[in-house]
């Protein structure tokens, strides 16, 4: 008895749970199966349950019951309904909705305001005139398709629905959204859009939408709406010549070339500050060429690190820090002298600290020796532990002395014109004693003599004072330290020369042992060790321009500069030990420094070398390179792909196709792989495959047509009629 409720409690928890699992499988099913959750009892005698867990029709199908007239042997389903019903997927027979007329389960006429179309299914039915696709249509074809619009209506071209607009292309509710492609719409009369041709050489050029009728907003591609409302070829255009597809003028940071078919940007230029090509400000990280209008990064280790602007030197600087004497940029007021942004002397009158390297000023300070020590104070205060001590004390005492001994008692350095007495240590005038002597002292027969002299003197054998001719800077005795501009300092005779050595190879040359931008020698006076600013040294110890050097170590230059680019053409330097760096021919990258810095040994990419005239010949425009004009070894990677064609049996000559519009990398003619910006990669088209699609006007970025992700500078994305687009930036 215990098992016998034990079973049946078990079927009604079966039973349970299987109605429950049933809403799985909806269709007609009232009873499931636990475990498989298949279908066992569907919900009335025209279903039984399928092989998919499911109901289909049942294994007998009733005449007359659900408006059925004939039933099929083989699968039991009804074939054949009443009038104005047909044979439903269920077996079953469903009503003809809006149906007047219809025949053995099929629609002959269907009521007013509804027109009959062919469903896909093997029967007609009645479609609303109301439907867009057959709004204002007076014949379509039995697939819905308009044929013939009513009076006053148009058949568009593309979507095959009828607007108000002639030569309209697509609509929305009988309302024109586009033209045909050689006209634009007219949005201006709110009830009547029109479609008017484009054609003429007018403000509405290759326009394919104006809201007001007086200026085009949207223009066909490939075609660009400039800042004046006209459509051009160029993108980034401000002015269009009206009636013609040619730019005018371009927008800020762009310029024009000269087929007026292309504005390119004034690259690292800040917005507002490009005029026609030339930059009045560039970007942060970068100085203004003032020469050129042109960026360059001023982050590099050179005299134009910090720099704002340049002109043949630093003009202007960041900010944050200051122009020197030197024309260079460093990070304190008051800078003479500075290295990659960091002061190194201060102007006179300001001392360099040895922590922060800030300048600042010594007070009654008249002159400094650019080593953080006062050299000079104002008349009644003299020098002493670096700053200036006014003498109220000692009358005068110090009245000539210029420097004190910390204990403030003895003079270490007189005034110029006066001498030390080693003596007693005061300061006595040298203009008739000891003539531009700075100290004296007595020697070993106890007579006073000079033993050190001013600047710029040096001492004789006789003890007196000479003048070091050409010297800037002397050590007081007998060696010159620097020598005026345009001499050399000859270490080996502390003297200032214009000659100091002999080139032996050039011995009968006018100009032979002449030292050319020379500052200083070796200890032999042979040869020179360093040079003036913007020179540096040659092999031999000539002072070479320095302008195309490229690398420098301990003064002397050892690789010219590679290439530079200047109006598309390439530029490169090849060092020569007498001439510096010489300018090599077009598309030369490395020259033959032994014998003659004219002939070529390496080439550029994008040139390729002939071997007979030691030449770099140029490649085809696109080829990046190449071992011969007609074989090009590698295609520029935008733009193009590579094909193979034979030429010979053994031999392939490389060639280089173009890909589609818009297409930046592709490996065919037909599929693309990147886009450029301004394009979106999709493969929704006629012909299946990937192509490169416009993002819209002014858009730089998109994930397709309708939405935009990124706008070009100066204009902000805004949401238009389910579309993301870009506008200008309202002012």
């Known amino acids: 008895m215990f098992k016998q409720s034990l079973n049946i409690i078990l079927l009604l928890i079966f039973i349970t749970s299987s109605i429950e699992n049933c809403e799985k499988n909806k269709n007609f099913c009232i009873l499931c199966e636990l475990a498989t959750d298949l279908c066992k009892r569907c919900e009335s005698d025209l279903f039984i349950p399928d ?37 439903d997927d269920n077996g079953g027979c469903a009503r003809i909705e809006n149906c007047d007329v219809s025949e053995n389960g099929n629609c002959k006429k269907c009521i007013e305001n509804y027109a009959l179309i062919y469903s896909g299914k093997n029967y007609m039915e009645c479609e609303s005139m109301n439907k867009e696709e057959l709004l204002n249509c007076e014949e379509y074809d039995l697939y819905g398709h308009c044929l013939k619009c009513k009076d006053g209506f148009y058949l568009n071209a593309a979507d095959r629905k009828c607007s108000n607009t002639e030569n309209c292309l697509k609509s929305s509710k009988g309302i024109c959204e586009i033209c045909d492609y050689t006209y634009y719409l007219d949005k201006s009369n709110q009830t009547n859009y029109l479609c008017k041709s484009n054609q003429e050489k ?8 104006s809201e007001d009728g007086e200026n085009c907003d949207t223009c066909l591609e490939p075609y660009f709406l400039t800042n004046d409302k006209k459509c051009v070829k160029t993108k980034y255009c401000n002015r269009g010549v009206t009636g013609s597809e040619l730019c005018d003028i371009c927008m800020n940071n762009y310029y024009l070339s000269e087929d007026q078919y292309s504005c390119t940007v004034t690259e690292n230029c800040k917005i507002g500050y490009g005029d026609n090509g030339k930059c009045k400000l560039c970007l942060n990280g970068y100085y203004t060429n003032l020469n050129n209008g042109k960026c360059f990064p001023n982050n590099q280790d050179n005299e134009y690190k910090y720099c704002q602007s340049v002109l043949d030197k630093c003009e202007s600087c960041i900010n944050g820090y200051y122009l020197g004497e030197d024309k260079k940029c460093s990070n304190t007021k008051n800078c003479s002298e500075s290295n990659l942004g960091i002061c190194s002397k201060c102007i006179e009158k300001y001392y360099l600290g040895k922590i922060d390297n800030k300048c600042t000023n010594i007070e009654y300070c008249i002159k400094s020796d650019f080593n953080y020590n006062c050299e000079e104070c104002d008349d009644n205060y003299y020098v002493t532990n670096n700053v200036c001590i006014k003498d109220d004390i000692q009358g005068d005492k110090y009245k000539n002395c210029k420097t004190v001994f ?36 007595k020697n070993e027969k106890n007579v006073e003599v000079c033993t050190q002299c001013e600047n710029l003197y040096y001492l004789g054998d006789d003890n007196k004072c000479s003048l070091i001719a050409g010297c800037a800077k002397s050590d007081g005795e007998n060696k010159c330290l620097e020598c005026i501009s345009g001499l050399c300092k000859n ?15 050039n011995k009968e040359d006018e100009n032979n042992g002449v030292c050319f931008r020379c500052q200083e020698t070796n200890d032999d006076g042979t040869k020179c060790i360093k040079c003036e600013e913007n020179y540096v040294l040659s092999g031999n110890g000539f002072c070479l321009d320095k302008e195309h050097c490229d690398e420098e170590k301990d003064g002397q230059c050892i690789k010219c500069k590679q290439y530079e680019r200047e109006d598309n053409f390439i530029k490169s330097y090849c060092l020569n030990d007498k001439y510096g760096c010489v300018e090599a021919l077009d598309g030369c990258l490395q020259c033959n420094n032994i014998y003659d810095f004219n002939s070529c040994t390496k080439c550029f990419n994008g040139f390729y070398y002939d071997d007979n005239y030691e030449f770099c010949y140029e490649c085809r425009d696109e ?6 004009y007609q074989d090009c070894g590698k295609c520029k990677e935008e733009g193009y792909y590579t094909i193979s064609q034979a ?15 818009g297409c930046k990398t592709c490996n065919n003619n037909i599929d693309c792989e990147v886009c450029y910006d301004g394009y979106y990669l999709t493969n929704q088209n006629p012909d299946g495959v990937m192509k490169c699609e416009s993002c819209g006007i002014w858009c730089i970025e998109c994930y397709d047509g309708d939405y935009c992700l990124k706008c070009m500078d100066g204009y902000d994305l805004v949401s238009d009629d389910y579309k993301i687009i870009c506008q200008p930036v309202q002012s």
Do not use: M, R
């Open 51 to 87: 092989e998919n867990g499911g109901c289909k029709g049942a294994k007998k199908c009733s005449i007359n019951q659900n408006y059925c007239k004939e039933c099929s042997s083989s699968s039991h389903l009804c074939e054949t309904c009443e009038d104005d019903f047909y044979p």
């Open 202 to 209: 007018n403000k509405f050029l290759h326009c394919s939408l």
């Open 406 to 441: 910390y204990n403030q008692e003895d003079c270490s350095i007189c005034k110029n014109n006066y001498y030390l007495n080693e003596t007693d240590h005061l300061c006595y005038n040298n203009e008739k004693n000891f003539y531009k002597c700075s100290k004296v002292s």
């Open 491 to 505: 270490n080996k005779k502390g003297t200032c020369e214009q000659s100091f050595y002999i080139d032996e190879e």
């Open 623 to 628: 080829c990046s390179s190449c071992s011969n």
């Open 647 to 661: 030429t010979t049996e053994d031999s392939y000559d490389a060639i280089c196709e173009k890909c589609v519009d």
